[in-house]
Nanobody, 120 residues
């Protein structure tokens, strides 16, 4: 079992920056990838950024060039650096881990989410 805990959300002005963190606790057999998702009121949850176990990254077009996903294996933590924030970035942000609990059992874990509000 793996427990994920997000932190770093809050209120920020347009054009400002925030760094979200996601700490992982527990054990897993292997990891396929890590990702950040967000969900705004009345909208579906969407993928914001993703990083594979090999380090390849992928970003939603709406955040490309502004957000950066990274991870620190020694700290069992991944990050989402958000710069040049816009009103449209307001949402609850969730971290996700996709992997295997055993050699054949596919599993996915979600954090509880952290609120990011961009407002003047």
């Amino acid at each position: 079992q793996v427990h994920l805990m997000e932190s770093g959300g809050g209120l920020v002005q347009p054009g400002g920056s925030l760094r979200l963190s996601c700490a992982a606790y527990g054990r897993i057999f292997s990891i396929n990838g890590l990702g950040w998702y967000r969900q705004a009121p009345g909208k579906q949850r969407e993928l914001v950024a993703h990083i594979t176990s090999g380090g390849s990254t992928n970003y939603a077009d709406s955040v490309k060039g502004r957000f950066t996903i990274s991870r620190d294996n020694a700290k069992n933590t991944m990050y989402l650096q958000m710069n040049s924030l816009k009103f449209e970035d307001t949402a609850v942000y969730y971290c996700n881990l996709d992997g295997y609990s055993t050699g054949v059992a596919r599993v996915t874990y979600w954090g509880q989410g952290t609120q990011v509000t961009v407002s003047s």
